[in-house]
């Protein structure tokens, strides 16, 4: 299984950006999907994930109601729409995928995921 996450870039405070993880030589059907950041001196933290099957989605409370995840079956994708951006936003953002359809008990850590994504670096200037 490949990831490849792109869509990252400088955008101001209060701006949006839209990240996109290609996903390829797997049945994804019944995968869960992860994006998850690292800003610079700190771990790596979860971010949102969607169950391919149905669609469920996961949010950290620090995102919750600013970022959306969903995904596009046809195209294997699955995006990050990040609006309302914050310094603190600022990171490499990495997609990840597990192979099956995670509890939400595990859905946060990274521990529990299959492959990773190379990150796509977001800079959120204030």
């Known amino acids: 299984v490949q990831l490849q996450a792109s869509g990252g870039g400088l955008v101001q405070a209060g701006g949006s950006l839209r990240l996109s993880c290609a996903a390829s030589?797997?049945?994804?059907?019944?995968?869960?999907m992860g994006w998850f950041r690292q800003a610079p001196g700190k771990e790596r933290e979860f971010v949102a994930a969607?169950?391919?099957?149905?669609?469920?989605?996961v949010y950290s409370n620090s995102v919750k109601g600013r970022f959306t995840i969903s995904r596009d079956n046809a195209k294997n994708t699955v995006y990050l729409q990040m609006n309302g951006l914050r310094p603190e936003d600022t990171a490499v953002y990495y997609c990840?995928?597990?192979?099956?359809?995670?509890?939400?008990?595990?859905?946060?850590?990274?521990?529990?995921?299959?492959?990773w994504g190379q990150g796509t670096l977001v800079t959120v200037s204030s």
């Open positions: 969607i169950r391919w099957s149905g669609g469920s989605t």
């Open positions: 990840a995928a597990a192979e099956y359809s995670m509890i939400v008990g595990r859905i946060g850590e990274p521990r529990w995921y299959d492959y």
């Open positions: 030589g797997g049945t994804f059907s019944s995968y869960t």
